[in-house]
């Protein structure tokens, strides 16, 4: 799960990703693909919002997406347009770049629609960022169970 920061919505969606799948079966990580929060937890809004819904996140520490993400994961899920631009400009291979999807795509095949950033928004957001998450990890979840 990779966004800009990896402080508000991919630690979110590692969190909700990491709820439905078998511990023992799947690895689920987060990233950002800039470095300027790196070491840090979560957003406390991400983890307030995490909480909500009975998730502990506070576990996440910030780190930046590098290309040996390539070889350590089979699906690789962008927040954002920018995300996925930044995340294709690393891939080596057809085989690095097929990983690469939009997270919404899981619930609108092809739309490529964004997870909007909350980072400058009200609690609201975060919220809002939680709830498109949820279903997209949903769907994903179930196909690959
Ligand atoms: P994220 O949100 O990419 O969802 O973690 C952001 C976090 C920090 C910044 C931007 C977006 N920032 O500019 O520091």
Redo the contacts with the bound molecule.
């Keep these: 799960m990779v966004?800009?920061?990896?402080?508000?919505?991919?630690?979110l969606a590692e969190g909700i990703l990491t709820s439905k799948l078998d511990p023992t079966k799947f690895l689920v990580d987060s990233a950002?693909t800039?470095g300027?929060?790196v070491g840090e937890l979560p957003?406390r809004r991400?983890i307030t919002t995490a909480k909500l819904h009975g998730l502990d996140i506070s576990y996440q520490r910030?780190r930046k997406f590098v290309s040996n993400d390539f070889q350590a994961f089979d699906f690789i899920f962008a927040?954002d347009q920018s995300?996925y631009d930044n995340i294709l400009a690393l891939a080596e291979t057809a085989e690095d770049r097929e990983k690469v999807h939009m997270i919404l795509n899981q619930i609108s095949p092809n739309s490529n629609t964004e997870?909007p950033?909350?980072?400058?928004g009200g609690d609201q957001g975060f919220e809002n960022?939680y709830q498109m998450l949820d279903e997209a990890c949903t769907i994903f979840a179930q196909k690959i169970s």
């Design positions: 966004c800009l920061g990896n402080i508000c919505r991919s630690p950002g800039a300027y929060h957003d991400s910030s927040m995300n997870v950033d909350p980072y400058y960022v």
